[in-house]
């Protein structure tokens, strides 16, 4: 961290006023953000401490190259000597994932704003791959140049022993490795030479002030088709793009593309769609091995919106290759990926929302708030997330109040600087409780004592009960505990639940899901 302070210094002529650690993503980069002493352009920059040289090396070619081929990506400020370190522009902390964040958590119902968002993001792919494949020296790429066959067999393996061999279902190895060989050459055939992003997605998009996108994380491609990147973007698992959205997005892309090469439509879509099935199996193996073996939640409840992913696919016949197909459709078959849904409900106030939760803050001073539920019908369960600091919430429904749990205990993601402005909710904190495991083991005996007193309530016709969640400021671990009991409980019993984050100001309804309560 000194010498990335002194490459500072030595690029800006002062120290810096203050210094921000960022979250670290998937690799074992480190970010920071330097604020500069007031009066001292640019007020902020982007520090980076890399793992890899061949990595850094790679990056720093290939945006020093796509600055000169004026494409929407930082630019390079400083580098050491040993090319271990180096500075860039800040880009801004609003993310094209973090713009999307009420679609996803209204299960894939995006607004306009959020649709133009994408639109906007979808049209700017193909002069990324196209103009900035001109003059780029592909052998500069790291750690292969090009998307070839070993490369795809590689990744199809992945899919194979960290995810399907995790199954119970019994297959043919020899017929299986026939079927990767023939996905493999078909993918290899499609001769691609544009430049493939590969890791294209919306964690990797951040928006200026004007919502105009710019790309970061790069630093993984090489020459390849172009079908990959849109496969990769459009069936993100968390997403859960609806079908009519990808449609107009690829239609979007495709308008787009005709602005630097000739489009041969009907050979680009069939392409699609091996390429879709090849990332989904690609996706597959990851979250296999980042969940079942890594043991890393956040992964581990990715895997069903992959599966239906899958399922969509194979009622597009998007695997024509038999036997493949076949294996997929077993596993999508499979009892813990077939949980049942109910119909979306409709609100009262007009807007559409998921079958899971409705987020409704209140719409004159924005507090997060219930109307008081009148002891009637089945049973309620209402769980609050507090800070201790403001008091023990209050109960409303006259029956006094029940469990209040205390969180403090556990290590707490506040006392470090890139949490501060994040919730309970929010991705980074998320794995950071999980990674610790602590939040883990205690919400396992919460679930144990809930669970009784659930199943006991539902047996006796009672219709209220209360659990509330204590943390110092009611911002990240009270907030990820009273999430996952609610979740867990409507999960498991199909009951009601009403989630308040008193103080994040937020209100959530889980609604019945009567095929799973236990009367």
């Known amino acids: ?13 002062v120290p810096p006023a203050s210094i921000e650690e960022l979250p670290q993503s998937g690799s074992q980069r480190k970010y920071f953000r330097f604020h500069a002493p007031e009066g001292i352009d640019p007020q902020t920059v982007i520090g980076v401490i890399g793992s890899s040289l061949e990595e850094n090396d790679t990056f720093i070619y290939l945006t020093e190259h796509f600055n ?14 040993d090319h271990m370190r180096y500075l860039q522009t800040d880009l801004g902390t609003v993310s094209l994932y973090k713009a999307l964040e009420t679609g996803r958590r209204l299960g894939g119902r995006y607004n306009l704003e959020e649709k133009n968002l994408l639109k906007r993001t979808i049209a700017k792919l193909p002069e990324m791959q196209l103009r900035g494949a001109r003059g780029l020296d592909f052998k500069r790429c790291y750690p292969v140049e090009s998307f070839d066959k070993n490369s795809i067999l590689f990744d199809l393996n992945y899919f194979k022993y960290c995810f399907l061999k995790t199954l119970e279902i019994d297959f043919n190895e020899l017929k299986l490795e026939a079927a990767f060989q023939l996905l493999a050459t078909d993918l290899e055939q499609c001769n691609g030479q544009a430049f493939m992003y590969r890791d294209f997605q919306a964690r990797n998009v951040l928006l200026s002030p004007d919502n105009q996108p710019y790309f970061i994380d790069y630093q993984g491609g090489r020459r390849g088709p172009i079908e990959y990147d849109v496969a990769s973007f459009l069936w993100q698992a968390s997403a859960r793009y609806p079908e009519k959205l ?31 099935l090849f990332r989904l199996l690609q996706v597959l193996g990851a979250y296999g091995f980042r969940g079942y073996f890594e043991q890393k939640q956040y992964f581990i409840d990715s895997i069903p919106p992959a599966i239906d992913n899958i399922r969509s696919g194979l009622a597009h016949n998007f695997c024509p290759y038999p036997y ?5 459709k ?19 106030d007009g807007f559409k929302t998921s079958t899971s939760s409705i987020y409704k803050p ?35 429904s006259g029956n006094g109040g029940g469990y209040v749990f205390d969180c403090r205990s556990t290590r707490n993601p506040g006392r470090y600087e890139p949490y501060k402005n994040l919730t309970g909710l929010d991705e980074p904190v998320i794995r950071f409780l999980e990674d610790d495991g602590e939040i883990i083991t205690y919400l396992e005996s919460v679930y144990k004592l809930a669970d009784m007193h659930v199943e006991r309530y539902l047996q006796r016709g009672f219709t209220d009960l209360m659990f509330s969640f204590g943390c110092t400021g009611g911002q990240h671990r009270s907030v990820y505990a009273a999430e996952h009991l609610a979740h867990h409980l409507n999960d498991k019993y199909g009951i009601e639940v009403h989630i308040c984050h008193r103080e994040q100001k937020i209100s959530t309804i889980l609604m019945p899901r009567k095929e799973k309560r236990k009367e």
Not at 68 to 81: A, E, G, M, Q
Not at 330 to 348: D, M, S, V, W, Y
Request: proline content about 7%.
């Open 324 to 328: 493949l197909a076949n294996i997929l």
């Open 362 to 396: 209140n719409p004159i001073d924005g507090q997060a708030t219930f109307s008081k539920y009148d002891g009637k019908g089945p049973l309620v369960v209402r769980v609050f997330s507090f800070s201790f600091h403001k008091g023990i919430p209050e109960d409303e």
């Open 1 to 13: 961290m000194q010498k990335l302070t002194q490459l500072y210094i030595d690029y800006a002529g």
């Open 330 to 348: 077993e596993i999508t078959e499979l009892p813990q990926f077939n949980k049942a849904e109910p119909a979306a409900p409709k609100r009262k």
């Open 68 to 81: 000169r081929r004026k494409l929407p990506v930082p630019r390079i400020l400083s580098v050491s000597d």
């Open 246 to 276: 990808r449609a107009e997005l690829i239609n979007t892309y495709i308008d787009s593309l005709k602005h630097y090469t000739e489009v041969n439509e009907k050979d680009l879509r069939n392409n699609l769609k091996k390429f879709v």
